[in-house]
Nanobody, 123 residues
């Protein structure tokens, strides 16, 4: 069965960087869109960055554009989220998710989810 595992979260100061990884097992990411979503306490999950694995098509939310970069790691069957210039408002639980087919922004389109990795940006 499909599994997604996030890693790379932690505590970082404002202006710092983190590199998150979403590694898939049980299925190949070919033909899938993989997304990174953030959930703050008491709030829903927000799409931050999306990638169609087969051709590299990407989407970025305005709040992260220019600071975050999503990319493929074909050898590891994984998707990377490089986060730079982190702000306090970036704090939250970061999930990766996958769906078959094209890029979509809403969480309802994604049937496969990881367990999340915590990112805390604080001085």
């Amino acid at each position: 069965q499909a599994q997604l595992v996030e890693s790379g979260g932690g505590l970082v100061q404002p202006g710092g960087s983190l590199r998150l990884s979403c590694e898939a097992s049980g299925f190949a990411l070919d033909h899938y869109t993989i997304g990174w979503f953030r959930q703050a306490p008491g709030k829903g999950r927000e799409a931050l960055s999306l990638l169609k694995f087969s051709d590299g098509q990407t989407y970025y939310a305005d709040s992260v554009k220019g600071r975050f970069t999503i990319s493929r790691d074909n050898d590891k069957n994984a998707v990377i989220l490089q986060m730079n210039s982190l702000k306090s408002e970036d704090t939250g639980l970061y999930f990766c998710a996958a769906r078959f087919g094209i890029i979509q922004r809403l969480t309802d389109h994604y049937p496969h989810w990881g367990q999340g990795t915590q990112v805390t940006v604080s001085s």
